[in-house]
Each structure stands twice: as C-alpha cells, then as structure tokens.
C-alpha cells in the first residue's frame, strides 16, 4: 500500500519531514500540482481528504464521479457529500480515526466497491450537469 500526496501548500514540508520521521517516507509519493487528476482518482482505491476547513470539496466529488470510496473529515462542507454513510465515511478530525478507517476500508474490499458506486450515483443525482442546468432553466422560468 502507499498514498499518492497530489497538489502542495504551506505544510508539505512539514508533512515530508514528519512522513520520514515516521520511517514511511518510502510509501508516501509527493507528486505536487497535477493536471489530470482523473488519471491519478481511476488509479486509486479510496480518496481521503482530511481538510478541517472546507468549502464544498470539489476534489471530493471528482473522486466520487470516479467511483473511489471516499473517507472524509466531518466538518462544514464536507459533511454535505456523504449520505447516511452509503457513499463514503465521515470521520472526526482524528489522525487516528483517519488511520483505523484506512486499515478498515483496505481490508473491506466489497463495502468499499459499493460505496463507491453509491458515491456515483450520489454525484449524478446532485450534481449532474444535465440535472443542475435544467434546475437554473426552472429557476429563471418561475
């Protein structure tokens, strides 16, 4: 197992030092700012985003879109894109939480596979292009 680290910030030299003060810089990849991320979201197994300050979280979405089984940190923005737990986890803020979900989720690979078509289906409903622009049509109509 590793984790592919995609975009950058102010932390990710913080998170570098820490990962090889863990003795797991091996299993880390750092690919900062990517441009098809799509590429790397088919490629994966689940998507985490532990952001404690979130607006919508797009990148949650896209990651939904694509299937992934998705665990997430329950706060403002984020806590909306899960439903009843069908199509992903919200978990506190916790790396610990966070570390026993992961090992939860990885060894779980049928639930994981259908929250992951759960999150599909979540993301069509919600935020479907077709779907949202007959929405705004409706809305200048009335």
């Known amino acids: 197992m590793f984790f592919l680290h995609i975009g950058s910030g102010s932390l990710e030299k913080v998170e570098k030092e820490l990962a090889k003060s863990l003795g797991i810089e091996e299993k880390i990849y750092f690919l900062g700012v990517q441009k098809e991320i799509r590429d790397f979201l088919i490629a994966s197994d689940l998507f985490v985003m532990t952001s404690k300050y979130e607006g919508l979280g797009i990148a949650a979405v896209e990651a939904m879109a694509c299937k992934l089984p998705i665990i997430l940190y329950d706060v ?3 806590r909306d894109l899960i439903s009843n737990d069908d199509n992903g986890y919200l978990i506190e803020p916790d790396f610990k939480a966070l570390s026993d979900k992961i090992i939860e989720s990885s060894n ?3 639930k994981m596979k259908i929250k992951g078509e759960n999150g599909l289906k979540f993301c069509l409903k919600n935020y479907s292009m ?3 622009v007959n929405k705004i049509i409706n809305l ?3």
């Open 108 to 110: 779980n690979f049928e």
């Open 140 to 142: 200048y109509k009335n």
């Open 130 to 132: 077709n779907e949202n």
């Open 76 to 78: 403002s923005g984020l």
